[in-house]
């Protein structure tokens, strides 16, 4: 047995693991991941309940600024409520639950999972994971910035850095939820620019928590390659329909 397989072990024994969205004992071990395995975070309950995405799932997005993106699943039933629960831990005991984290998580690896159109290459997807950046204003209101966890675990299972001054927001943008597709649109324009870092020739993978018309991911992949970034990417934990918003 491996010193990392002993480290597992000890913790399944010490910390049983749980299923992140019911908490009900889940019968699979804790392993290490390998680089697109989905982490068996959920019971079968629990994944039974999410609409999983696959890869023909169509985002109608640029193709000309983004080459792929893939989601987890759609944004709807428990998946709705996980997201909620993540980006607004209210404040309590509940709040300090890591299960929310666990849930998306699982769907973030999902779509990660979808990512590479050729599992068996081992040369990395992109050069570095770019979480979009929320206006400032709202992380101070929130404490921390959901879109920045997601991307350092993608980053953790991709084995990749975090490019975190790449991509900054631009003044006080609106929230996009309850817009209509045009105005999201209008919204999302000239929200982002390039920041510090070089991104000369880059492939970067950008990381959002909900995709609805794509709107934000487009004006984010324009300012990236405004900035000289090569090919963009991008995953988001979840699908809304513009009426789910
Ligand atoms: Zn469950």
Redesign the pocket.
């Known amino acids: 047995m491996s010193f990392r397989a002993l480290g597992h072990a000890a913790l399944d024994w010490l910390l049983p693991p749980v ?6 004992a889940l019968a699979l071990p804790r392993r290490a991941p390998s680089r697109f395995e989905c982490s068996p975070a ?6 039974g309940r999410v609409s999983w995405s696959s890869p023909a799932e169509v985002v109608p997005i640029d193709h000309a600024l983004i080459a792929r993106v893939r989601v987890g699943a759609r944004y709807e039933g428990v998946v709705e409520e996980w997201l909620r629960r993540f980006k607004y831990p209210g404040a309590g005991p509940a709040g300090l639950s890591p299960a929310p984290a666990a849930a998306v998580e699982t769907l973030l690896l999902h779509a990660l999972a979808q990512l590479d159109d050729d599992p068996e290459r081992d040369t990395p997807v992109a050069d570095a994971v770019v979480p979009i950046p929320s206006p400032r204003r709202r992380i101070r209101e929130r404490g921390f910035q959901p879109t920045a966890l997601l991307a350092r675990r993608a980053a953790a299972h991709l084995r990749l850095p975090v490019a975190w001054h790449a991509l900054r927001a631009r003044g006080a943008r609106p929230s996009q939820t309850g817009l209509s597709r045009v105005a999201r649109r209008r919204n999302a324009a000239g929200a982002f620019a390039s920041g510090r870092s070089s991104l000369a020739g880059a492939t970067l993978l950008l990381v959002d928590d909900v995709v609805t018309t794509g709107a934000t991911l487009e004006s984010a992949a324009r300012a990236l390659r405004g900035g000289g970034a090569e090919r963009i990417l991008a995953v988001c934990v979840a699908r809304a329909r513009l009426e789910d918003t």
């Open positions: 299923c992140a969205g019911c908490r009900a959920l019971c079968p309950r629990c994944r």
